[in-house]
């Protein structure tokens, strides 16, 4: 069945370390992915996504590319800061009517200065 | 604009009391979904509407939740003869059509003692 798998937590690194946590899903058709963040008392909210193969989704320094020869869309950073210290989530949409949302367990992140 | 709202923020009742959540998802978003955040088991998806109607009630775990939308805006997430295994932070997110980004509220933690 459709389900994500990501690399567990919790990391920790310092500052300007670089950072990668590896996501690859089962899914069929041809599925969207996303990142999700979820700071300390905040709600989820996208961090990036990627419609189709070999897209690449970025944002505040995160890169993520959608890889269907081998299922993934791992992601990273090559800097990181105290600021993305976090919880992350990988997803994807199902290529269905609802376009619900099937969720990795969620990777935490520290960042030490 | 205002994002999507939760209410209450946190719930606490007692096992067998039936609880209501609601959500109020961002103006002129026509998707809304409900999922569930449980400790050590990640997201799950609940249900979903498109305007009044849940095409797709396939995440309730069993005959005690039911949910509905009104004026294809606020929705209520209704749990009855609430267990302990109900005890999650419970998410609402809208969007504004089908494979659009999903815009999350802060959640509802309710707690069953």
């Known amino acids: 069945g459709n389900s994500v798998t990501q690399m567990e937590g919790p990391v920790t690194l310092s500052e300007e370390a670089f950072l990668t946590i590896n996501c690859t899903y089962t899914?069929?058709?041809?599925?969207?992915l996303f990142w999700y963040v979820q700071y300390p008392g905040e709600g989820l909210q996208l961090l990036l996504k990627?419609?189709?193969a070999d897209d690449k989704g970025s944002n505040k320094g995160f890169e993520a590319t959608y890889r269907k020869e081998t299922t993934s869309f791992h992601l990273e950073k090559g800097s990181v800061q105290v600021s993305d210290s976090a919880v992350y989530f990988c997803?994807?949409?199902?290529?269905?009517?609802?376009?619900?949302?099937?969720w990795g367990l969620g990777t935490s992140l520290a960042v030490n200065p | 604009g205002a994002g999507v709202s939760q209410s209450p923020s946190n719930k606490v009742t007692e096992k067998g009391k039936d609880v209501e959540l609601r959500c109020d998802p961002i103006?002129?978003?026509?998707?809304l979904y409900w999922y569930r955040q449980s400790l050590g088991q990640g997201l799950e998806f609940l249900i979903y509407?498109?305007?009044?109607?849940?095409?797709?009630k396939s995440g309730l775990p069993s005959d005690r939740f039911s949910a509905e939308r009104t004026g294809g805006s606020v929705s209520t997430l209704t749990i009855q003869r609430t267990q302990q295994e109900d005890s999650a932070v419970y998410l609402c997110?809208?969007?504004?059509?089908?494979?659009?980004?999903?815009?999350f509220g802060p959640g509802t933690r309710l707690t069953v003692l």
């Open positions: 899914a069929t058709g041809y599925p969207s």
């Open positions: 990627a419609t189709k």
């Open positions: 997110a809208s969007s504004h059509g089908q494979g659009d980004e999903q815009f």
């Open positions: 997803a994807f949409n199902n290529a269905g009517n609802n376009r619900k949302l099937i």
């Open positions: 509407f498109q305007g009044n109607s849940a095409p797709d």
């Open positions: 103006s002129g978003h026509t998707a």
